[in-house]
């Protein structure tokens, strides 16, 4: 199970850089939202999977998950949105002003 | 006791209090600001006896215990001197000040500035340790920015602040350098520790390296050569400033380095030269600029430098008497030093008041430049004493005190000839030369002060204003310091028992008889060859004077014409050439390539790990077993991530991106995550709507218009990316280096009263990670506002002006 | 862009309150169980968003007259205060402490000051998740 999400999260980051790479600023927002789901997936591997019960001491059980990586994922749960938010709206916004969301346009360059 | 590092902060937190006094009584501010230096004066004044006693107080308080900086507060001879010059001609600035700023400036900056800076000196000037001592070092360096800077829209006043921002720093980030060599041969950083301990490290190689690099903040901010030429820039200041920070204390503040650290480093060789030839040259050099400068700020200026070189050299030649111990010889040296502190108390009195009658002459008169100042002697009687004061005493003549310390520095240059250590043979003659030559020119400049500005013919018709004498509130502050002048020559040993020899005693802690054995100073010590030197210098200088016109051109040669100045400027401008063209290389403003520089550097770094240490281990045996929906599961994600990268449609993209999103939650609950589950599902939701309705503005994303070479670049650093990333996970759950820190948290129930393992952790555990989490959000949540909110405000004026 | 849907307006009004129990429920069962501020904060803004949408921002804050920008403030302020309270009690900064006592109706009850603290994080969720929504649907 392990080495098969790690593969998966692999796949996702490879996509994840790939858009990110891209010079279309809707891309690039994209990407970093899939990045992010790859690096939750890395962490929650990082805890060994499915062994132990839930990590909550009301079921008692003599193994639990390891919790710190959730904690750690909860967070960057809510970082992400946060920063998705504000790219989205970063983008928004320049395309309001420049009518563009091609990065290379946006600094003065018309098209190829 | 506590009132050594009162005296420090008091000056901080008056300068809180500046501006709303200043709303209160704006006219008026100067006055309350008198009381701050005025009070710390008289109460170092208080502690005159009992340091004369040989006393010295210290206070310690924690600052950064774990790094062994402590903020330890030392009072003793030499500092005390220095807290006197800096609340003493503080207080003077300040009245002076009073009169010489109009209501108009900005007077709050002014003062909350001047405030600043006096805290810092003191800071400098009271600290035993060497890093409290950087930081407020470098707070005199800002502080001396600022005011050079305060009037900002005159592009030499930037220009000038920026220059002694630029030297000033560099030296000090040198001398830090220097401080932690220090503290890596002793292993501390209080400086009395240091001269306790630095016996056995003299052969230390960081010895030398440290001694440069602490002389190097010390010549940067003493203004020595060749880093003089940031002072005549700095004359763009306020004459207040240039007379309190540019004359009296700030520029003294190497001098005071230099004293402090004769105890670590005096009695070496190299010490010995570099301090003492670089003062020399400095005083030569100082004055001999001094004279063909027409400005009479630039003119003090370029005496300043030329006499801090002066107090400079002597230090050097005092450093001569820890060579060896205790002996008629040693008590030779030191009496240089005791010159030293002597002429340092002197200059900071004629010098001060020399400047404020600079600036009276300016605001008065309506201009600086000699050529068309003359006459003033009529118009400007009180003015034109104390100018006559200040620079007699300046130029060595009797009956002013710069007459005596003058003396006892020809004395202690002419000692050097018996000097028999540091191999100095028959170059020792050179130094009472140079000083005599260098005497001789500043001889020159202060009759030109006196005679070009007072005397000749008065050109009313060259001057901006119709020349009168300054309001009486505007003379205080230079007569006193002109009574001073005369007071010191006929009562020098008031002086000195009282403040010079304690200070002997701090500088040569090693040498406990030393302060005694120093000779009092006389008024007259009979016809000495130090005595004909002065009157060599008086008829030689007198005929120079005289001749002034026949050779001044002689600047206009040459290697004089193109000065250090140059140097810098061109060096600058190289600079900020070429870094911006180095800059613009790489910094090409397109995100793809940045991305590019941080996936190259992660892959090459990691990669090139992974292959030095030699092969990845894995271990698959320690994997839970696979049911059917989970590949299932997994393979629908897969592919939604590879389609992302091909799709055309925005509502698509945002779909995928959805199913890749419940998944995870999917994933998080075959986990056993029921928190993260839950979480993953409201934000996918809520980011899934925000995505909606930002697409809705958005255009359509179109099909990449990249050239195929770019995307094959693309897709290679992707798929390494993503390759390297797989195989360091797979190594990383293969191998088993560290114990697991997640046991600790099974304890939840009974340290925190919680039973969710996972909120514990974020509630309590790592409480400071979330609070900072939340303040982050909070933070995109106020971007998102101001950036949608921005636009309204956009028209009408441009952001650039 | 007005949507005039009855079905949709009346379920709304109910499933809203349904949402909002069910974020108060799991910001209250966050101690011990699934749930605790961020959550409870997610929910409860998604709440407030689905009224937004169904109903238009007017309407919306003619009933609920908050500004969601301050209430993202006093969230972060909450958070960060009970951390400053530790040190007036001369603990650590953000030091938590918990204490069992014994109440009329609910009987040992446990309160933990981790509760206030919740209750900023859950505030600052609320308030900026609104913001942000509101300050890109009000664009338009």
Same mark, same amino acid.
């Not at chain 2, 005025?38 to 502690?47: A, D, M, P, Q």
């Not at chain 2, 220090?182 to 016996?199: H, K, Q, V, W």
């Given at each position: ?29 994209? !990407? ?14 990082? !805890? ?50 420049? !009518? ?7 600094? !003065?360059?018309?098209?190829? | ?41 008289? %109460? ?10 040989? +006393? ?45 700023? #109009? ?66 720093? %560099? ?147 005092? /450093?001569?008497?820890?060579? *060896? ?120 400049? %202060? ?13 009313? *018709? ?90 001044? /051109? ?66 698959? %045996?320690?994997?839970?077993?696979? #049911? ?75 099909? +990449? ?67 900072? +989490? ?28 | ?77 909450? $958070? ?5 309270? $530790? ?54």
């Amino acid at each position: 199970m392990e080495t098969l999400i790690t593969i998966l999260a692999g796949v996702l980051v490879t996509v994840a850089v790939y858009l990110l790479l891209s010079r279309s600023i809707i891309r690039i927002i994209l !990407g970093s939202a899939v990045l992010s789901h790859a690096v939750h997936l890395l962490l929650m591997v990082m !805890g060994g999977l499915k062994k132990g019960s839930v990590p909550l001491l009301g079921e008692v059980s003599d193994r639990y998950t390891d919790a710190l990586p959730q904690a750690l994922i909860l967070t960057a749960i809510v970082i992400s949105f946060a920063v998705t938010a504000f790219l989205l709206v970063l983008a928004y916004r320049t395309y309001q002003e420049t !009518g563009s969301d091609d990065l290379r346009e946006m600094r !003065g360059f018309t098209d190829e | 006791m506590l009132t050594i590092t009162l005296a420090i902060f008091i000056p901080f937190l008056a300068a809180l209090f500046v501006p709303s006094i200043y709303k209160w009584k704006p006219d008026k501010i100067g006055w309350f600001i008198l009381i701050i230096p005025l009070v710390l004066f008289i %109460s170092l004044v208080r502690f005159i006896p009992r340091v004369a006693g040989g +006393e010295t107080i210290s206070h310690t308080f924690d600052w950064i215990p774990s790094a062994n900086i402590y903020f330890t507060t030392y009072l003793d001879g030499l500092s005390l001197i220095f807290g006197l010059l800096i609340t003493g001609v503080g207080s003077l600035v300040i009245l002076y000040s009073i009169y010489y700023l #109009t209501a108009r400036e900005s007077l709050s900056h002014f003062y909350v500035y001047l405030l600043m800076f006096m805290g810092a000196m003191l800071g400098v000037v009271f600290s035993d340790n060497m890093m409290v001592l950087y930081v407020f070092w470098e707070l005199t360096s800002i502080s001396s920015f600022l005011l050079i800077a305060f009037w900002y829209h005159r592009k030499q006043s930037r220009y000038g602040a920026q220059k002694s921002m630029l030297i000033t720093v %560099s030296g000090g980030v040198a001398m830090l350098a220097g401080f932690i060599m220090l503290y890596a041969m002793t292993g501390s950083f209080s400086i009395r520790e240091n001269i306790a301990m630095i016996g056995e490290f003299t052969n230390h190689a960081l010895f030398v390296p440290a001694m440069i690099l602490v002389l190097l903040g010390a010549f940067t901010k003493s203004a020595q050569f060749p880093f003089h030429i940031w002072l005549p820039d700095a004359m763009e200041a306020p004459t207040p400033v240039s007379a309190y920070l540019h004359s009296a204390t700030m520029v003294k503040a190497g001098i005071y380095l230099v004293a402090r650290f004769t105890g670590i480093f005096g009695g070496d060789a190299v010490w010995f030269y570099t301090v003492s030839i670089v003062g020399i040259f400095t005083l030569f050099w100082g004055s001999f600029n001094a004279v063909r400068q027409t400005d009479l700020k630039a003119l003090l200026a370029y005496s300043t430098i030329s006499q801090l070189g002066l107090v400079m050299s002597l230090f050097g030649l005092g /450093s001569a008497a820890l060579h *060896e111990g205790y002996s008629d010889q040693s008590v030779l040296y030191a009496q240089a030093t005791f010159a030293a502190l002597f002429h340092l108390i002197n200059h900071s009195t004629f010098k001060g008041a020399l400047f404020m009658v600079v600036g009276i002459v300016d605001l008065n008169a309506g201009t600086r430049d000699v050529r068309r100042l003359g006459g003033l002697m009529a118009l400007m009687p009180v003015t034109f004493t104390i100018a006559l004061i200040g620079s007699f005493s300046m130029a060595g003549l009797p009956p002013f005190n710069g007459f005596l310390s003058k003396e006892m520095f020809f004395e202690a240059m002419l000692t050097v000839r018996h000097l028999e250590f540091f191999s100095i043979g028959s170059w020792g003659i050179l130094f009472p030369i140079l000083a005599w030559v260098g005497s001789i020119f500043t001889f020159v400049y %202060s009759m030109i002060i006196v005679f070009q500005t007072f005397f000749g013919a008065h050109q009313p *018709e060259r001057l901006d204003r119709e020349a009168h004498e300054a309001p009486m509130g505007m003379l205080i502050a230079p007569s006193i310091l002109g009574l001073l002048v005369v007071a010191v020559f006929f009562f020098p040993n008031v002086v000195g028992d009282y403040l010079l020899r304690p200070a002997m005693s701090a500088i040569y802690p090693s040498l406990p008889n030393i302060a005694g054995a120093m000779k009092s100073i006389k008024i007259w010590h009979g016809p000495n060859l130090a005595l004909w030197m002065t009157v060599g210098v008086v008829v030689i200088g007198f005929l120079l004077y005289a001749s002034l016109k026949y050779w001044r /051109s002689m600047y206009k040669v040459g290697p004089f014409r193109w000065g250090l100045d140059s140097v810098y400027n061109g060096a600058l401008s190289m600079m900020e050439r070429s870094s911006t063209v180095l800059t613009n290389r790489y910094m090409t403003g397109y995100l793809r390539h940045y991305l590019i520089y941080i996936f190259g550097i992660f892959l090459i770094l990691t990669a090139g790990t992974l292959v030095l240490v030699g092969g990845v281990p894995f271990d698959f %045996s320690n994997d839970s077993s696979i #049911t059917v929906n989970e590949y299932i599961l997994v393979f629908g994600m897969m592919v939604a991530g590879v389609l992302m990268i091909f799709v055309s449609s925005r509502v698509t993209a945002i779909l995928l991106n959805g199913v890749l999103g419940y998944s995870i939650a999917l994933f998080f609950v075959i986990f056993r995550a029921p928190d993260l589950a839950l979480t993953q599902i409201v934000i996918e939701t809520v980011t899934t709507a925000l995505f909606l309705l930002c697409f809705y503005f958005l255009p359509e994303v179109k099909k +990449e218009r990249v050239k195929r070479p770019a995307k094959i670049v693309n897709l290679l650093i992707a798929i390494s990316v993503g390759t390297l990333v797989t195989v360091i996970a797979l190594a990383v759950q293969g191998s088993n280096m560290f114990d697991s820190i997640s046991i600790y948290f099974e304890n939840a129930y009974e340290l925190t009263g919680g039973k969710n393992i996972v909120n514990t952790i974020l509630g309590d555990f790592r409480a400071f990670d979330t609070m900072l +989490e939340v303040v982050v959000l909070f933070i995109a949540g106020i971007g998102v506002y101001t950036l949608v909110k921005l636009k309204s405000r956009k028209e009408g004026r441009d952001v650039e002006d | 862009m007005k949507i005039n849907d009855v079905i949709l307006r009346t379920i709304t009004k109910l499933v809203v309150f349904i949402i909002l129990t069910f974020g108060v429920e799991l910001f209250l069962a966050g101690h011990n169980d699934p749930g605790g501020g961020f959550i409870g904060g997610l929910v409860l803004s998604s709440a407030l968003v689905l009224l937004f949408l169904v109903y238009d921002i007017e309407t919306v804050q003619k009933g609920i007259p908050v500004d969601f920008k301050k209430v993202a403030a006093v969230g972060v302020l909450f $958070a960060v205060g009970t951390g400053l309270g $530790a040190v007036a009690f001369g603990a650590e900064f953000l030091t938590q402490t918990f204490e069992v006592f014994h109440l009329p109706v609910f009987g040992d009850t446990e309160l933990a000051t981790v509760l206030l603290f919740e209750v900023g994080v859950a505030l600052t969720v609320v308030g900026t998740v609104v913001t942000i929504i509101l300050s890109i649907s009000e664009d338009v």
